[in-house]
């Protein structure tokens, strides 16, 4: 009997409890050595937006995992088998943000955007420019990744030098002059300032601090929606970005979203009349499914307490043919879901990028 065989990559889910405070804001995110600012940085009064959820592979934090293979028969069911060879794993790992004021979740991806781009972070566009009025969106930036050693911890630049005592001495008595002009409040209030930097710094060193690899960038590839963001950090080999892992047009996560929509809920075994009901999240990217590649698209049940919760993940083949199903989350089995009338023509990142030239045009 023939055999397919499928791969998913499953994530792991880390919900948090009480959303919406100043103690879930993160600081940075930590990425295989890497450390990159946090959305968090630019989220004001004005933009809203809450860090709901991290989705990452197998295993979580970030750390290199294998896919588990399973192999089915006619695609519609599948049965657990032992791990094939290695297959390389998508490394990544994203940030889920809900509950932004409506429309300005782009806002603050601009404002983002421009933080990661100064010299301190030195990012640069990996993708053409986005329009930042537009009610949905994807911008990727990136750099290269920090060098690892042996060990995998990251590499210190052999540019950067101790203090020695002498220059110690030299700010902390910078430091005394400077306070004695101070006030009790003032004097609390730079101490503060102090700890504050101190703490960030233990989770955000600086960039320059360290070697880097020239054979790696890290990605930050960021979409939004009108209330919503993902922010996937992921790391891509210089000498296999151009191997043609990725097919050259493929549906967009608008045409993604066009083909879920026209799913009734029950085919997916979930209540409700229209998939509209559902918060549509774009995944880290492409995932072989059946050896084809897949976008990966989160289901998000839509709460009563203004939080999701993860309902299913499926997977749109790139020409839009195929909608895959992972039967349980958390489980290896994916399943092949019928399709009846597929939406013509579904948008593809090609005419995406049109459309954003032509409107910027006009």
């Not at 792991?12 to 993160?26: Q, Y």
């Not at 930050?220 to 209330?227: A, E, G």
């Amino acid at each position: 009997m023939f055999k397919k065989r499928i791969f998913a990559f499953l994530p792991i889910f880390f919900l948090l409890a009480g959303c919406g405070s100043s103690d879930d804001s993160l600081t940075a995110y930590q990425f295989q050595g890497n450390a990159v600012p946090a959305l968090d940085k630019v989220l004001t009064s004005e933009t809203g937006g809450t860090y709901i959820i991290s989705l990452s592979p197998a295993g979580g934090g970030g750390e290199i995992t294998e896919p588990v293979a399973t192999e089915e028969d006619d695609g519609s069911s599948s049965e657990e088998t032992e791990p094939s060879e290695d297959v390389p794993a998508e490394n990544y790992i994203s940030y889920d943000y809900q509950m932004f004021n409506k429309d300005m979740a782009a806002v603050a991806v601009k404002d983002y955007v421009k933080l990661m781009t100064n010299d301190e972070y030195a990012f640069e566009l990996d993708s053409e420019e986005p329009d930042y009025s537009s009610t949905v969106g994807n911008v990727v930036l990136k750099r290269p990744a920090v060098l690892l050693d042996e060990n995998g911890e990251a590499t210190p630049s052999a540019d950067l030098e101790e203090k020695t005592d002498e220059e110690k001495e030299a700010e902390e008595k910078a430091q005394k002059e400077a306070e004695k002009n101070m006030t009790k409040e003032e004097k609390k209030a730079a101490k503060e300032k102090q700890k504050q930097l101190e703490k960030e710094l233990e989770v955000l060193p600086p960039y320059s601090n360290f070697e880097h690899d020239s054979k790696s960038n890290l990605l930050v590839d960021i979409n939004w929606t009108p209330t919503s963001c993902l922010v996937t950090l992921k790391i891509k080999t210089i000498q296999s970005s151009d191997n043609g892992s990725e097919p050259s047009a493929v549906i967009s996560f608008t045409g993604a979203k066009m083909l879920m929509n026209s799913v009734v809920p029950a085919e997916l075994g979930l209540p409700g009349e229209d998939m509209t009901e559902y918060t549509l999240m774009p995944g880290p990217g492409y995932v072989m499914v059946d050896e084809v590649p897949c976008l990966a698209v989160y289901v998000y049940k839509n709460s009563a307490q203004h939080t999701n919760e993860l309902a299913t993940i499926c997977f749109v083949s790139a020409d839009g043919s195929t909608l895959y199903q992972q039967e349980k989350v958390g489980d290896t089995h994916v399943k092949k879901i019928e399709l009846g009338d597929i939406p013509d023509p579904l948008p593809n990142e090609g005419d995406e990028l049109l459309e954003m030239a032509l409107e910027a045009e006009k």
